[in-house]
């Protein structure tokens, strides 16, 4: 590479672009510059933080956001465009829709495949009719019959990331809190499936349908500690969902990056019949710091592709861990719940979110930034009371 490439990073207010921009910057910042980019907190606060400029990225409406990238566009030639969040990506589509001879580089799927793995209704029909394993679904005009023969029920958003908005229904006396949702198309009702631990993530790169890039984690610990958000993960590759979730992404001609979550529903782990897909999330996800850590290293191939430069191919190690310390780890142990080992860090086998990578003043930094917006704090009690 003769030169530097420029890496666009969107909405670098969120924990997961400041773990993705760490990476960059300490282990491949002979070959890339970061081109930060947020709709908020451009004047004082994230400039602060990553000690370096923010441009204007509005995504109010797709007027400015095309002003603003254009802006971007001149400014820095060859943008290689990352999918951080699954909103500035449909602002994306259009934008190049709109303008077919742009120099931003990227690694997308085409927008129908996109559309379809983020709508979890939708991703269900797909499965349904292709053969791919899912929770068995329920409709909403089932449910006044259902309390017969029972079985415990999860309730989500079609479009939704973590727990937000999510029900569970364990009890048929739960039924009334189904019929009492707002807008009820825009949820999908499915089995619950028993032991919310039992959870596996499959990460994908692919390019038109072909696997690039593979590894795997499994769930460990969540808060709370009975299921919800997971605050710790080792990485764990299975063949057999290495083998499902390439069946299912090369069905969809993929191209870029995916994460495919699972549940394990059957006693055999070997089998393809003992696990359920959950959802796909067509973006880089909360936990990518493991991928460098284990020497995926998904972030440098990706922009490779973009730049048409064959990636190299990784052997990912297993046995690695990644946590997610503060504030949901550190909120299990005020919790009184019993976590052998809690206050061990080992650095050399585990990755720690919005820490490894990063300096420490900077870490520093983004935590007060964290503890200090009140747009953070309204998301974090609405996880921790979702």
């Not at 631990?197 to 499959?202: P, R, Y």
């Not at 520093?364 to 009690?381: D, Q, T």
Request: glycine share 6%.
């Amino acid at each position: 590479m003769d030169k530097k490439a420029y890496v666009l990073i969107t909405d670098a207010h969120l924990r997961k672009a400041f773990d993705v921009v760490n990476i960059l910057q300490t282990c491949y910042a002979d070959q890339y510059i970061c081109v930060l980019t947020s709709d908020v907190d451009t004047g004082f606060a994230l400039p602060f933080v990553y000690g370096q400029k923010i441009e204007r990225l509005r995504k109010s409406d797709l007027t400015v956001f095309t002003a603003d990238l254009q802006l971007l566009e001149n400014k820095y030639e060859g943008l290689v465009y990352l999918p951080v969040e699954e909103d500035t990506t449909l602002l994306l589509y259009k934008y190049i829709t709109a303008q077919p001879n742009t120099n931003i580089r990227y690694l997308l799927p085409p927008q129908d495949q996109f559309n379809l793995a983020r709508d979890k209704k939708a991703l269900e029909s797909y499965c349904l009719a292709h053969g791919f394993p899912v929770p068995r679904p329920v409709s909403f005009k089932e449910l006044d019959q259902f309390a017969e023969n029972f079985f415990p029920l999860i309730v989500k958003p079609k479009h939704g990331s973590g727990s937000a908005g999510i029900l569970h229904v364990d009890r048929p006396e739960d039924l009334d809190q189904i019929k009492k949702l707002l807008n009820p198309d825009t949820y999908l009702i499915q089995e619950k499936i028993g032991n919310t631990n039992q959870v596996f993530g499959a990460f994908f790169l692919m390019d038109q349908g072909r696997v690039l890039g593979y590894y795997g984690h499994k769930r460990r610990r969540t808060y709370p500690i009975k299921g919800g958000v997971t605050v710790f993960s080792e990485s764990e590759n299975r063949s057999v969902l290495e083998q499902l979730g390439a069946q299912i992404l090369g069905a969809l001609n993929w191209s870029g990056v995916a994460m495919l979550e699972f549940m394990q529903a059957g006693s055999d782990p070997n089998l393809r019949e003992s696990y359920r897909l959950i959802e796909i999330n067509p973006r880089f996800w909360g936990s990518i710091m493991l991928s460098e850590f284990i020497g995926a290293n998904f972030l440098n191939n990706y922009i490779r592709l973009c730049l048409g430069i064959p990636h190299n191919p990784a052997k990912p190690e297993n046995t690695k861990y990644i946590r997610w310390f503060f504030p949901f780890d550190l909120l299990n142990y005020f919790s009184k719940s019993k976590i052998l080992g809690f206050w061990e860090f080992d650095t050399l086998n585990t990755c720690y979110i919005n820490y490894s990578y990063s300096k420490k003043l900077r870490a520093f930094r983004f935590l007060l930034y964290s503890v200090l917006n009140p747009h953070k704090i309204r998301k974090l009690f609405s996880k921790l009371y979702a």
